[in-house]
């Protein structure tokens, strides 16, 4: 996207646009807003994976259900059943 502002903003002029996609090419910013975002999203992400993994262990001792069937009834992805069986 600079790119497109930069080809506008300067067309005349070779070096300016030169010196600006040197400086901002490519490279993503990052922020404290951004970092505390984040952290956010994984701390309840973690949260939520423990709270499955309860859940999952609820229904095997309360139902006699396998691991396997306790998933498929709150049917959880993949790489959710994944994270779940590393905090089991």
Same mark, same amino acid.
């Given at each position: 996207?600079?790119?497109?502002?930069?080809? !506008?903003?300067?067309?005349?002029?070779?070096?300016? @646009?030169?010196?600006?996609?040197?400086?901002?090419?490519?490279?993503?910013?990052?922020?404290?807003?951004?970092? *505390?975002?984040?952290?956010?999203?994984?701390?309840?992400?973690?949260? !939520?994976? @423990?709270?499955?993994?309860?859940?999952?262990?609820?229904?095997?001792?309360?139902?006699?259900?396998?691991?396997?069937?306790?998933?498929?009834?709150?049917?959880?992805?993949?790489?959710?059943?994944? !994270? *779940?069986? @590393? !905090?089991?």
């Amino acid at each position: 996207m600079a790119e497109k502002v930069v080809d !506008n903003l300067a067309a005349d002029y070779a070096s300016v @646009k030169e010196g600006v996609r040197t400086i901002m090419g490519g490279k993503i910013l990052e922020y404290e807003a951004k970092t *505390i975002l984040q952290k956010g999203i994984q701390q309840e992400r973690q949260k !939520n994976e @423990k709270e499955l993994a309860q859940m999952v262990k609820n229904l095997m001792a309360n139902l006699g259900l396998t691991v396997e069937q306790a998933f498929n009834s709150l049917g959880l992805s993949d790489d959710t059943r994944e !994270n *779940i069986l @590393k !905090n089991m």
